[in-house]
């Protein structure tokens, strides 16, 4: 089953690059952006946008997913997972200290 964009835990994100971001906000998908898994439990439909017409700027359709058996494309998946995971720490740590250090240029109001 493709990924489910009316479910309220579906969530997109597009990057300035142009980059389209697709996933599950609960983790239950694991072959995300791909599909959403069959009979997912936590599927709800979103209510806010019923009945709303949707314009032009919607997103870009979802590329086709690689033809890869299910098994190897889960192993994959996880295996650039646990990299962010593993980067995500010193990414943030240094994030904050960019953001400290801007702080401090500026004088502090008396």
Request: proline residues 11%; positive net charge.
């Amino acid at each position: 089953m493709p990924m489910r964009e009316e479910c309220k835990n579906f969530q997109s994100r597009t990057y300035a690059s142009g980059e389209v971001a697709r996933f599950c906000v609960l983790d239950l998908a694991p072959e995300a952006p791909w599909r959403c898994p069959d009979n997912c439990p936590k599927y709800a439909p979103r209510l806010a946008d019923v009945g709303w017409v949707h314009g032009t700027l919607i997103e870009p359709a979802i590329e086709a997913a690689p033809d890869v058996p299910v098994d190897r494309m889960q192993e994959v998946l996880g295996e650039a997972e646990k990299i962010v995971n593993e980067i995500a720490p010193d990414a943030l740590a240094k994030e904050r200290k960019r953001q400290k250090s801007q702080k401090r240029r500026w004088p502090r109001p008396r």
